[in-house]
């Protein structure tokens, strides 16, 4: 047997790097993006909010920490899987940039364009409603992009790589 020729088959059947790429593996790898966006965008919302920041500063600090605790959680997994700090710093710049970039996009749109969205408190219903309608346009906005991402080796397909 050659050991040099490689099957790809299974590969291809979980979207790691081939034009074929699965929507399951899209669909977890965007999963992934939303947890760190979620509870990123969440706690800069409230800590925006609890100290009575305006509109403008609430949402950097929301959409930087999602940044934060996105690379985080791709971070912690890829030094799990034995990477030294500075390549597990650039798998997870690679893997996550554009995928946050997508979701905190479409989000902060959904809510800067809902009506009073953005005036409303964390006790409001209206608050929430944007919030997580937001995410979950973003979800359904940034899973064909990290399909396309993966199936051409990009995003989710670095940190797949290391499986």
Do not use: Q
Request: proline share 2%; glycine share 10%; charged share 10%.
């Amino acid at each position: 047997m050659d050991h040099t020729a490689h099957d790809h088959s299974a590969h291809t059947a979980h979207g790691h790097g081939t034009p074929g790429a699965s929507w399951n593996t899209a669909v977890r790898a965007t999963l992934h993006c939303l947890t760190g966006c979620a509870v990123g965008e969440i706690l800069g919302m409230v800590i925006g909010t609890a100290l009575m920041w305006g509109n403008v500063p609430t949402m950097a600090l929301a959409i930087a920490l999602a940044f934060l605790f996105g690379y985080s959680f791709t971070l912690y997994a890829v030094l799990r899987a034995g990477l030294d700090l500075r390549a597990a710093v650039k798998v997870a710049l690679a893997a996550d940039t554009v995928s946050i970039a997508v979701m905190e996009l479409v989000d902060n749109a959904i809510i800067a364009l809902t009506p009073g969205a953005m005036d409303a408190h964390l006790s409001e219903g209206l608050f929430w409603y944007a919030l997580l309608g937001g995410f979950a346009v973003a979800f359904v906005v940034t899973t064909p992009v990290n399909k396309w991402m993966i199936g051409r080796g990009k995003g989710h397909a670095v940190v797949h790589a290391l499986h």
